[in-house]
């Protein structure tokens, strides 16, 4: 994939994304592995707009997030988590999105350390889910601004739960990740509709869990 | 109706129910009868993101699910319930979408097999419901990934209930048909809008049912 | 306004409110005063799919809501409804929509007649409202098949309130007008957004009311 | 900035509010600074259709709120609040927006004079904000008719709160601003977030707070 191509589809899944209100603002941030060897990412710069984003703004990065050509802006500091999950996980694009449902699970849940979603059929949408008879744990990591912090936090967590789909941050949002764009920008749309189920399911029966 | 007229239909439904949050990531699928003796049925591919579908993923099927001609994907396991309902109900149209509400509503009804909606005047928006006072029967099925017992028991379903005019799988989504497809589809917008008007009515009164 | 005119508009509107699920499927229906004297009024036809309206289904009826010229398909039972507001009340224009919350709030307020709906700043969006310190009657009827019964208890109601904007009809929906059209289309916008927030702040707290 | 750019500006953003339905009906104004000395200010005129807003709706005028040539309309009694903002912060630009969110919530809060969001990513895209560990008061004054009384409890606040972002007024909706147009757009995207996600919160485990 060349930057060319990555910057265009970055910019049309964050568009998508501000509409449907899970990249209000300047929130969030979307990467994509150019390559491999060497490590080559396109990643969306800090602070944009995700209402108006153009190609201008998405960056090419090494793997210790160093930007390797000239563009507008500058990487996150964000930029060390997507790096962590491409390195972890071997994901080839990460969305890390920011909407009222995860936001209000991850403050519900985080005592716990996260909860499971079980049963769903919408759950086969997450890559190598064939049942619904599935038990997807959904870790919830306390925030930081110290972002070395967050990636070692995750670094832990993926080395205890190789088969999760996505954590969430407290108060904070969602990260999830796919073999390819297209898988990635699908469990977010899977990841967004479970947990707006389970919250709504929640609400109907407050004893309910 | 010519394949290559309903595939067009088919997008299109398939499209606006995606952004309305009806069929997200590549849940769902859609079918309507092109001839009926033999049985012809247009059919949405299995595992297509219904965000970005085209007519080359609409597929031809006969009365066992195989494909008539070539095409861009294979039928889903699902095609054996859509093919059930066209057979034991004789609807010209067949919608399965996966939204919230219908989630929520599955789970929470689930174990009493089902609920009635009774009393709204939107009740009328189903085919040959002409009064609010109809009581409306919605079964919800266990979810099974063996299409052919969940075919099974839909046609149990459809020989003890003929007037139904769709039917819930727990944690899944909702079955709903018609005569064409224009109905079918009607009959989707119809029984989403009382889903979540029975939803939210009662979370405004968690005793009420 | 002329009948090409007052049929565009209204499909502007029917097309913009199915958008905003407030006329799902067939649901709902759309008046203007074309004449006063003698009455000619257009009118939205029976049973159309206001999600794919056209100006041919608009049709031109008199004060007994006789078709006054040929045109795609007939006036529904509702439009003694819509005369009896343009009688009564005077009104240029009349919109019966069929929202969740107008739905969930009729059910919920009909044991009372009514309900009130006080101190919002929002309700100076009513014609004739010139501070929030207002209290506005929103009166429940039952709902009824016999639009001549619920004509006549419209015409009561209008005689013992003559300051209410609209009312809803039990499980089924609202009507509001205005002098015009652009009112009665803000009417609908000020009296939904009113219904949105007061049946949220009553969840919200739910001893509340 | 130009008139004419800004009204360009200010009709893009009412637009894009109406549509995301915090300002539906004739409800909310908008302002944006052209110079500050003599200042002039650009804004929204009275009782315009949000929906359906255009340039010649956009007045210039001074620091008395005077008109300073010919356009489509007059100024509300809102502008008072705008230029007091204005003044007091030294904002480039004010957003009075009215949400079904923001409405419950300053008349659940209001007697405790305004509530804390704390601890929430999302506070960061309100400026000056660099950890999610801020503490954001969000106070409510009650709603008044009188403008000047308004806006002088507006002055008050602000000698005793230097560092909100936003204000609500009970049943009423918000006011937020921020050096410039856009962001005090983002101030309003990130204010509306977080209520709902508050709100959300809370109804979700009545006992929170």
């Not at 995860?102 to 979603?117: E, P």
């Not at 990636?151 to 990740?177: C, D, K, P």
């Not at 709504?200 to 407050?206: A, G, L, T």
Request: glycine share 8%; charged share 20%; no cysteine.
């Amino acid at each position: 994939m060349t930057l060319a191509d990555a910057a265009e589809e970055l910019v049309r899944l964050g568009t998508d994304f501000h509409r449907r209100s899970w990249m209000l603002g300047t929130s969030g941030n979307l990467s994509v592995v150019l390559a491999r060897d060497p490590l080559r990412v396109a990643i969306t710069a800090s602070s944009i707009d995700k209402g108006r984003m153009h190609p201008r703004q998405i960056l090419e990065i090494d793997n210790q997030g160093v930007m390797m050509r000239a563009a507008e802006g500058k990487p996150s500091a964000e930029t060390l988590l997507h790096l962590e999950v491409i390195r972890s996980i071997g994901a080839g694009a990460v969305m890390h999105t920011h909407s009222v449902w995860t936001t209000v699970l991850s403050d519900y849940h985080h005592a716990n350390g996260g909860f499971h979603i079980e049963g769903y059929e919408m759950l086969k949408g997450l890559e190598g889910v064939h049942t619904h008879e599935h038990r997807e744990w959904i870790p919830v990591l306390d925030n930081n601004q110290d972002m070395s912090i967050l990636a070692a936090q995750a670094q832990e967590l993926f080395a205890a739960h190789s088969n999760i789909h996505g954590l969430l941050v407290r108060r904070h949002g969602m990260y999830t990740w796919g073999k390819d764009l297209a898988t990635a920008a699908r469990h977010v749309e899977i990841l967004e509709f479970l947990m707006e189920a389970v919250g709504r399911r929640q609400m109907m029966e407050p004893q309910f869990s």
